[in-house]
């Protein structure tokens, strides 16, 4: 059974990064070994993939890998990125299973993650790095699409976005212009996957992904990424390419302070 990898466009460009090895795996799935099989056969990742069976009932995910250095793994496209990530970020994923477990061992197993295991989810999941002129980060986080994708677009030429989290590669394989990154600015100086790697497990801490560092980009606006944002009104849908929000309103005893200090 190909368990939906057959659907993976290699020749996608947010793929680039990945298709040396994810396209010959792929195809290994496809020609019947399990996700879990296929991965091991590599070699190359810190930890053995086993089947989700193996997961004990009760037990979290997160510690279990934690504990044993084994990845419990489902037979579909979600656990193959998974891995596929494993594979080219081993140290930023073992740094992040070690802060989930630190997490675990301080709060427990709660009905609702707290913010710092939440944040370390989501960066999991759904995390895009940029290596970007300033300019560029800058016109993200203030969400001025209009200089992101207009005035700035040149620098583009200049930049780099590398998709890590697996949830969002699955959802990719069937694009969709609201498909949205929770994007993380990377050391301007990275130049390879490997060096990106290493920083990335330097770099990462649970308070710091709690304060929320991401900002939120569309990926298929990524100029060369899909063929339609060549025309501006690709940019033109508010219900995708959002506004800002508005600034909270200070309280009363903020504004007051805050008036006192200008003097007035």
């Not at 399990?34 to 089947?51: D, G, I, K, Y």
């Not at 419990?72 to 802060?99: E, I, S």
């Not at 025309?231 to 805050?258: H, I, K, L, N, Q």
Request: proline letters at 9%.
């Amino acid at each position: 059974m190909a368990h939906g990898l057959e659907a993976i466009d290699w020749s996608a460009p947010w793929l680039a990064p990945w298709r040396a090895v994810g396209e010959g795996l792929a195809a290994q799935v496809n020609d019947g070994l399990s996700v879990a099989q296929a991965l091991n056969a590599t070699q190359r990742a810190p930890v053995q993939f086993v089947p989700q069976a193996e997961l004990p009932e009760g037990m979290a995910y997160e510690q279990y890998i934690f504990d044993t250095g084994r990845v419990p793994t489902r037979d579909g496209l979600h656990d193959f990125f998974n891995g596929l990530c494993w594979l080219h970020f081993p140290l930023a994923k073992r740094k992040l299973n070690q802060l989930q477990a630190e997490q675990i061992a301080q709060t427990g197993i709660q009905p609702v993650r707290g913010p710092a295991r939440d944040a370390l989810t989501v960066f999991d999941e759904n995390a895009a790095l940029l290596v970007a002129p300033e300019p560029l980060w800058l016109a993200l986080q203030a969400k001025d699409w209009d200089a992101l994708f207009g005035r700035l677009r040149p620098l583009w030429a200049q930049a780099s976005l590398v998709l890590f989290g697996h949830a969002l590669l699955e959802k990719l394989v069937y694009p969709r212009k609201p498909i949205t990154a929770h994007v993380f600015i990377a050391q301007a100086a990275i130049e390879s996957i490997a060096d990106l790697d290493a920083w990335l497990a330097q770099t990462l801490s649970a308070p710091l992904l709690a304060s929320k560092p991401f900002a939120h980009l569309p990926v298929l606006g990524v100029p060369g990424w899909w063929p339609d944002n060549a025309m501006p009104e690709f940019y033109a849908d508010p219900s995708v390419f959002r506004a800002p929000r508005p600034p909270a309103p200070e309280s009363g005893g903020a504004a007051t302070r805050r008036a006192a200090e200008r003097g007035g």
